[in-house]
């Protein structure tokens, strides 16, 4: 089991940033691959962002790409979501996803394909 807890979140202008945190614990983080997904109301949920358990490997829905930065700190059991030039079409409630895997550069971009969420953290960007 692994328990996955975001922070971050909060309201910013247009043009602002954000930095969002997913600490986990539980089983070994560095073989969990992480994901990065957000769910505006009445929409479903869509991925964001995803990177393999080595960090070696990253991958951005195309509407943050350039924008948005996925990266991790195995030591300390966190991944991250660097925002910057948020968009009032970026406000949702943003979460965190693993999924367990033997292949250090495999990331995943399928909400189905993972195992774990948190609870979510709401990011709102006003225009």
């Known amino acids: 089991q692994v328990q996955l807890v975001e922070s971050g979140g909060g309201l910013v202008q247009a043009g602002g940033s954000l930095r969002l945190s997913c600490a986990a614990s539980g089983r070994t983080f560095s073989s969990y691959a992480m994901g990065w997904f957000r769910q505006a109301p009445g929409k479903e949920r869509e991925f964001v962002a995803a990177i393999s358990w080595s960090g070696g490997s990253t991958y951005y829905a195309d509407s943050v790409k350039g924008r948005f930065t996925i990266s991790r700190d195995n030591a300390k059991n966190t991944v991250y979501l660097q925002m910057n030039s948020l968009k009032p079409e970026d406000t949702a409630v943003y979460y965190c996803?693993?999924?367990?895997?033997?292949?250090?550069?495999?990331?995943?971009?399928?909400?189905?394909?993972?195992?774990?969420w948190g609870q979510g953290t709401q990011v709102t960007v006003s225009s």
């Open positions: 996803a693993a999924r367990e895997t033997y292949y250090s550069g495999a990331y995943y971009d399928g909400k189905s394909t993972y195992d774990y």
